[in-house]
């Protein structure tokens, strides 16, 4: 899954794709390289971001699609926990909502239901709480899951419309964002695919002591580490790099 951040303030990428025409161009390129997935967002998720309203967003996304979804022959989805925009999305050529919610809004439920679409369902520290007293992590994040999927069966919902993302970077600490990385196995639920977001961001930075452009190389040596735990998707910034590296990975740890 190639991130097409189409912000002024993501913490990687913000500005850079921020029109029409350089968005194309780097979608474009993502599918050349190798994404299966191109994920736009305009909303940054960063730590302190302004976050916009309903509204704003929607806004900004007609400008990109289906201008994009049009031009380039790719799987898309949308980065949007707002129903008003993933409805939109996807009546006009995207097939996934990508949602860092952190809840189960019936709202987005219904969308997904109606739509038939895939749902990028993540553990958010910051909007779900559940961590008891002496237990890890690990436990809170798989009892979440196993809490979005039994309400996603009630509301008929099957599971393989669903794809969880343990939330990487949502998180409290370093340590936090390591541990979840080392229990990819752990997490990953047998009845659904799992995602795995942990491109550039600062458990990247602070385990490797690079920054910028360098964080591709602790970026990818994680994402190997995460298809060894059994990840389906890799959500990232850098598609050519990690393409080649994930290649390796799913030969040498899966024959395929």
Known sequence: MGILNVTQDSFYDGGLYNSPEKALKQALKMANDGADIIDIGANS??????????EDELNIIKDYIPYLTDRVNAV???DTFYPLTADYALNNGVSII???SGVFNEKMAETVKKHKCGWVIMYNGRNYENKAENRSLTDAVSLFFCDMLKKCNDFGIPSEYIMLDSGIGFTDSFEEDIELIKNTSQLKNKNCAYLTALSNKRVIKNSSGADGGERVYGTVAANVLAVAGGADFL????VKENRLAVNTADKIIRGK
Do not use: C, G, K
Request: charged share 20%; no cysteine.
């Open 45 to 54: 998720t960063r730590p302190y971001a302004e976050i916009l309203s309903a």
């Open 76 to 78: 898309f989805s949308v």
């Open 235 to 238: 959500r990232v910034h850098n």
């Open 98 to 100: 990508n949602d860092v």
